[in-house]
């Protein structure tokens, strides 16, 4: 995975406001993803992170910069690259098998009906939706809905699936189904994820890179996390890997310091070279002061769930 399929090349987002002034949510922002990869976007509210999955997916343009995904730049919605928004947004009238269809259908247009069935019902399956095919989406529970959504990007064979915390209205039990599925799904089909999340944990098993933004608005990429853990880990041992914690406490200690002061304490800061931190490798002090590793949480939040 060296090859820069997903290239975001110094793109801004400014509104104008009242009086002729300027609202920059973000500016010069540059990143890149390999062929293959999953990586998850952590900031807080109002840093751009929608933004930038919205200038992804097509839906909305930068003030200046460029996104270029396959070597082609984005000019515009594709279905080349799904989106998994926060709501389920199903079709209330069609069945499960009519909104995977549908989907289907608007990218092989030329295909029959039998052909669109079948191939629809392959995605169905996958997400382990199999009998629930004739049900609408007012006769299925929140989870299911989702694993419809979910389905419904993967059918197209997107190059890429950009999903806007997909998974942030589910209950916790839920919601940690679901996380597997899709984790399971990219590594068997070496799927390119580009996700949006709130919850720490959330990126930590499902992502390879972490892009950490301070906070909006002027917002910029301040790190790029590497995750140190294995592409095999499982969710009920993650938290006993070595450098879990070290990983964890990391992505906390800027959620909740250094992304309000970061501007200030790096000054020299390189938007075009942000650094990729490489967890439990020399010159990292978080991951190699020698001392046990220690469990820290955002005050109000439930260690363990989100951050």
Not at 58 to 68: C, T
Not at 98 to 110: C, E, L
Request: hydrophobic share 40%.
């Amino acid at each position: 995975m060296t090859d820069k399929f997903v290239s975001i090349e110094g793109i801004a987002k400014r509104y104008p406001g009242a009086g002729g002034a300027t609202t920059t949510v973000f500016e010069n922002l540059w990143l890149s993803m390999a062929r293959g990869e999953f990586a998850c976007v952590i900031g807080h509210s109002g840093c751009g992170k929608t933004t930038v999955l919205n200038i992804l997916a097509g839906l909305d343009a930068p003030s200046e910069g460029a996104v270029i995904v396959d070597g082609q730049a984005i000019a515009g919605t594709s279905l080349d690259r799904a989106v998994i928004f926060q709501s389920h947004a199903l079709l209330p009238w069609r069945t499960v098998l009519g909104n995977v269809a549908y989907a289907v259908s608007s990218k092989w247009r030329s295909w029959d009906r039998a052909k669109v069935r079948a191939h629809a019902q392959t995605f169905i399956d996958l997400v382990g939706l199999t009998g629930s095919e004739h049900k609408r989406p007012s006769e299925l529970s929140g989870g299911m809905k989702q694993r419809v959504g979910i389905a419904r990007a993967l059918s197209i064979t997107p190059k890429m699936m950009l999903m806007d915390e997909p998974f942030s209205a589910l209950d916790a039990l839920t919601r940690g189904t679901l996380q597997d599925e899709v984790r399971r799904i990219c590594l068997e089909t070496g799927q390119t994820a580009f996700m949006i999340t709130h919850d720490v944990d959330e990126a930590i098993y499902l992502a390879d890179k972490i892009f950490l933004m301070t906070n909006g608005p002027g917002a910029v990429l301040a790190e790029v996390v590497e995750n140190p853990l294995p592409r095999d880990r499982g969710r009920i041992d993650l938290h006993r890997h070595p450098l879990y914690y070290a990983l964890r406490n990391h992505i906390i200690d800027f959620l909740v310091t250094r992304s309000k002061t970061f501007a200030a304490e790096t000054p020299d800061h390189d938007p075009r070279n942000v650094p990729l931190v490489p967890i439990g490798k020399p010159g990292l002090s978080i991951a190699s002061t020698g001392e046990e590793p220690r469990q820290t949480w955002m005050p109000g939040t439930n260690p363990g769930l989100s951050a």
